[in-house]
Structures are given as structure tokens and as C-alpha cells.
């Protein structure tokens, strides 16, 4: 179901609607990750009240909440779960956007390719990191990228 639609559609039923460019904010920041679709989306009716409108300062609203929401219920989780050599395979991809070469992970690892390769299936394999393309991955969560510095306490 696209992302839109599936917070269109709840909205709808409770005589409620978004603004186009509400909704395109919403939609923008759940990343395809359907609960942070959920967050964002709740928090921001929250934000609404009783008004039937949800507005872009509704949604600007709901995501700072929605983004404290997945930090705390899903990415601190997530990463106190991970052992060193995640986290350190984690760190090594922080430079680049939208896309790391997991060669270059394993350089800035100090480690063989096939090392790093080992971290890189465990990360996939719990849907923290996901293949962008041949020899390249990205982030998977949304928001772990901008958040991994602060929860590690270093400056980016």
C-alpha cells in the first residue's frame, strides 16, 4: 500500500485530512519503515487536536515526537543488542550518504573485506543495514544514521 494512502485513508474516516504538503513531510520522514509511518502519522493527528486539517506545523510537530518516540522504542533498543564489531561496522559507514561500499567499511575498519562481510550479513539479516546495489549498502532504519553519532557520544 503506498505510504500516502495508508495515512490518507485513517484520516479520512475520522473526518480528518491532510495538507498536501503535510503529508508529503509524513510521508518523507517514515523512510518506508511503517512504524515510524505510524509514529509520525499519530503524532501528528495528535498535534491537530480537534481540528479537522492536519497542517504542515501539525506534522513539524509530531515528527520532533515521533523521531524522540523511535529513538527511544526502536533505535536505542536496536543498538544496545549489537555487539562491537556492529557497531564499529556502523560507525564505519556514518561518512557517506546515502550509500557506503563495503570496501571502504573495511578500510576504515582496518579490517579484510571478508571480515567486514561477516558484520554486513548480520546487519542485513536483522534489518539494520539493507544491499542499495552490487558492493553497497545503506541504512535501513530511518533516522539511524543521524542519530548513531549522539547515542555513540561522538561529534559528526
Known amino acids: 500500500m503506498d505510504i500516502s494512502l495508508a495515512m ?4 479520512a474516516l475520522a473526518e480528518k485530512s491532510f495538507t ?3 503529508l508529503r513531510s509524513a510521508v518523507a520522514i517514515s523512510d518506508r519503515f511503517p512504524f515510524m509511518m505510524q509514529l509520525a502519522g499519530g503524532r ?3 498535534a491537530a487536536g480537534d481540528r479537522p486539517e492536519i497542517t504542515i506545523a501539525h506534522v513539524e510537530a509530531g515528527i520532533e515526537r515521533a523521531k524522540v518516540d523511535m529513538r527511544t522504542r526502536v533505535l536505542d533498543s536496536t543498538l544496545n543488542e ?4 556492529d557497531i564499529r561496522f556502523l560507525t564505519a559507514m556514518l561518512p557517506d550518504v546515502p550509500e557506503s561500499f563495503t570496501s571502504e567499511i573495511a578500510k576504515r575498519m582496518g579490517q579484510t573485506d ?3 562481510s561477516q558484520y554486513r550479513r548480520r546487519l542485513i539479516e536483522r534489518g539494520i543495514i539493507e544491499l542499495s546495489s552490487r558492493g553497497k ?7 539511524l544514521q543521524e542519530y548513531l ?3 555513540l557520544g561522538i561529534a559528526e
Open 82 to 85: 549489537l555487539s562491537e564489531g
Open 137 to 143: 549498502v545503506r541504512f535501513a532504519l530511518p533516522l
Open 44 to 46: 501528528s493527528w495528535q
Open 20 to 22: 498536501d504538503e503535510a
Open 8 to 11: 490518507r485513508q485513517p484520516a
Open 114 to 116: 571478508s571480515y567486514a
Open 149 to 151: 553519532p549522539e547515542y
